[in-house]
């Protein structure tokens, strides 16, 4: 299934930036800066599983395009950006057939991590994983547990790999030691946590333009690590 998600947003500093992280995030990204665009385009890729729709546009509105992709039989998972809090809006948003809100301002983070809960929902598989995940040079592919930087395959052990991963998975997010520990070799492993550092050094020879200026890997000092690609 392809991970398809419809941005709707006549604003286009706002849609460029929330379509920039969604396509880190994986996902394959649909744009509208109106109603009527989203609609045409809905009716292009019927494939859409979540669709992001601000409410306050120029033309008909978010809540009449929800309505309309009720009324047409789509099944996806709506997303609506308000920028009103008011408790009729968000009676009429559930009226329309929405699944959820996200009030402006809001951040990328939060907005992406709602997309990904309505998305496993749409989906119907709570355990889904995400198959691809891009960030900077890098594309992980979670079913061929492999790595590429700039379309170039990287020769990664089975800890790197998954040390990569759980990076990606964080962008952005601080790991200590004892994060990557767990989630990479997992609960029962009893050892040092310099095997994190190790590894860590073998990895950024691997994957980073010049391992001395780490630009990918970071080190976040006293705490752990970051990805910031
Ligand atoms: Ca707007």
Known sequence: MKRKVLVLEDEENIRSFVVL???RAGYEIVQAGSGEEALEKYDENPDIAVAVLDVM????????VCRALRARGYGAGVIMLTARTQEADKVTGLMTGADDYVTK????VELGARVDALYRRVSNNPFADEDIIISGPFKLNLRAREVQKNGVKIDLTQIEYGILKAFMQN???ALSRDDLLEMVWGHHYVGELKIVDVNIRRLRIKIEDNPA???YIVTV???GYMWEA
């Open 57 to 64: 546009l120029p033309g008909i509105d978010g809540y009449e």
């Open 105 to 108: 301002p809001f951040s990328v």
């Open 171 to 173: 962008i952005g997010k």
């Open 221 to 223: 000092r006293g705490y």
């Open 213 to 215: 200026a780490p630009q």
């Open 21 to 23: 992280n969604l396509k």
